[in-house]
């Protein structure tokens, strides 16, 4: 019985802890720091040079230098380091390790070993300088990366980023549709905690693990359904409002000396970077 409630509960554990991150990111984009203040226009260009010269600089001190200076953002924007690094360090070493782990050995990446892992007369196994360069440059470029979008995201309003995004002049269609999926996708996560509240103040006695998947594969059905039909009405109530493919979003943008100064820092930095 408690492991067919420690299932049920760790699911209702894992959707709150969604929302309320969600939540929480809101009101990070909010506060009164350094990146909040500087026009998402700015942020956008200056955001995306600095992801530039982490991709393309040959120095792997340049990208540690650029990903201190992330932090350093961050921390002048009054977001708590020990959040924002274990937002993107907890799980992207992981799954960059699977890619950057085959390139230190020399059957990959050939040089000169540093440690032999396996030796026979037909085979050797080791691992090279050079692959190790080449996964630490992986590793360091994916993580600095990741921490310049997360920062994006934190420090700027989802509905102001996508307003910003229409600087780069990317299809109506897709910065709708990133909105739309952004904004719905809490209310589904809120119908699925309401899904997992209801059965378990329902559920009395032990249930079998078929009866579990039975109700997990109609659960799924259900909230699928309830999209699908949610997408259709919001569709129907947009239209209804004058919607014809374009969303108008209220607010303009100003720029200020302070972005100018901060344009202008930022893109020489970065181009600095990818020079040297």
């Known amino acids: 019985m408690h492991s067919r409630q420690g299932f049920i509960e760790r699911g209702i554990a894992d959707i709150t802890a969604s929302l309320e991150r969600a939540i929480f990111s809101e009101e990070l984009a909010r506060k009164d720091g350094l990146l909040q203040n500087l026009d998402p226009r700015v942020k956008v260009i200056t955001f995306l040079a600095l992801l530039l010269a982490v991709n393309l600089s040959q120095g792997l001190l340049i990208i540690v230098v650029l990903y201190f200076l992330t932090l350093l953002l961050a921390s002048r924007s009054r977001i708590p380091l020990c959040f924002f690094i274990k937002r993107v360090w907890l799980f992207m070493p992981f799954f960059t390790g699977l890619v950057a782990l085959p390139a230190l050995f020399n059957i990959f990446t050939p040089g000169n070993p540093i440690v032999t892992l396996w030796q026979t007369d037909r085979f050797h196994l080791a691992i090279t300088v050079q692959g190790l360069r080449t996964a630490t440059f992986l ?138």
């Open 139 to 276: 590793v360091l470029r994916v993580g600095v990366s990741v921490s310049l979008a997360i920062l994006s995201v934190l420090t700027t309003p989802w509905a102001t980023l996508l307003k910003a995004l229409r600087i780069l002049s990317l299809p109506q269609v897709f910065i709708l549709t990133l909105g739309m999926a952004y904004r719905y996708s809490f209310l589904l996560l809120h119908t699925a905690n309401n899904m997992f509240l209801a059965r378990q103040s329902r559920t009395v006695g032990q249930m079998s693990g078929r009866e579990n998947r039975r109700w997990i594969a109609a659960s799924t059905t259900t909230l699928l359904a309830k999209s699908y039909h949610l997408s259709q009405g919001v569709y129907l109530a947009m239209l209804s409002r004058g919607f014809r493919g374009e969303a108008q979003m209220l607010g303009t943008f100003q720029l200020k000396p302070s972005d100018w100064l901060w344009g202008a820092t930022f893109l020489a930095l970065a181009l600095l970077a990818i020079l040297m």
